[in-house]
């Protein structure tokens, strides 16, 4: 059906109000993109800093190792997912969703409207949610609910093993992490030749509150991780609906052109027409 020159016109001026909307997204996406980046190499060093320390202090325990920071293999297996707590992603969300359903777990832990949406879709049980952080400065905020949630479950012995899936930039798309958090599986370094480090603190007083710090810093950066992903996810689709518009805005153009030609050509053909007949007459 030949559209008419108002309609056309008007198709235009929406889909460009539409490019508009479009381009301040990805604008968005990029700016929390470049946020999140000048992050992860801070959260990573944290991370690094803090097992390292955690090594050093299980070495003042005659009898460290792994099980006195971990609780009974036997208790519940939750699985923790970062998603996003919007759309206008592409697959991002979905393809965690994807991976959570094939995971093993007892507890479910969502991090992300977007993603607990798609679990209930999914008919997978949530057991415990939060949203996602949408700006870089809320990502701690974030995280202390999770921690807040994870500290009360462990200390009830409600919760023995915590197993994250986050997503992690690679190239110019991301790739999906599934990591092992709880049990801590770090080993006493049993570095004799160090000289022992002044302390404060009872070693297991210390090693309690590092394993806190450990927990909490792995987390920030998983969800840093996510985060970053999420966006770049979404300064991808932008950029493929942004290219998509301004492809659609050219056919509609030549289209427009050809309409306004062809309306040209209908009054100048009338136009003669009359001039002719006029003519005839006399």
């Known amino acids: 059906m030949t559209q008419t020159l108002e309609e056309i016109q008007q198709r235009l001026q929406s889909i460009r109000g539409l490019g508009e909307i479009v381009s301040g997204m990805r604008a968005l996406a990029a700016m929390r993109n470049q946020q999140a980046q000048s992050r992860l190499a801070g959260t990573r060093a944290y991370v690094e800093i803090l097992r390292h320390g955690l090594i050093r202090a299980l070495d003042l325990m005659p009898d460290a190792d792994d099980r006195r ?20 992603a592409g697959g991002f969300t979905r393809r965690i969703v994807e991976t959570i359903a094939a995971s093993p777990h007892d507890l479910l832990w969502i991090v992300g409207r977007r993603g607990l949406l798609l679990c209930e879709e999914e008919k997978l049980a949530v057991d415990w ?49 599934q990591r092992s958090l709880l049990p801590i599986t770090l080993t006493p370094a049993r570095d004799n030749k160090a000289y022992p480090p002044l302390l404060n603190e009872t070693p297991e007083a210390l090693i309690a509150a590092l394993i ?35 492809e659609k805005i050219e056919t509609l153009s030549m289209e427009e052109r050809r309409v306004r030609q062809e309306e040209t050509t209908i009054e100048l053909f009338d136009v003669m027409t009359g001039v002719a007949a006029a003519a005839a007459r006399h």
Do not use: K, W
């Open 129 to 177: 949610s939060a949203p996602m952080a949408t700006q870089a400065e809320a990502i701690i905020d974030t995280v202390q609910r999770v921690a807040g949630e994870l500290h009360r479950r462990y200390s009830a012995r409600a919760v023995g093993r915590l197993d994250l899936i986050f997503a992690r930039r690679e190239g110019l798309g991301f790739v999906l992490r």
């Open 69 to 88: 920071i971990n609780q009974p293999a036997d208790q519940p297996r939750a699985l923790l997912a970062f998603c996003a707590e919007y759309g206008f």
């Open 212 to 246: 806190e710090e450990y927990l909490f810093a792995e987390i920030v950066h998983a969800a840093s991780e996510s985060f970053f992903s999420e966006n770049t996810a979404r300064l991808m689709t932008m950029d493929a609906a942004r290219r998509n518009i301004d």
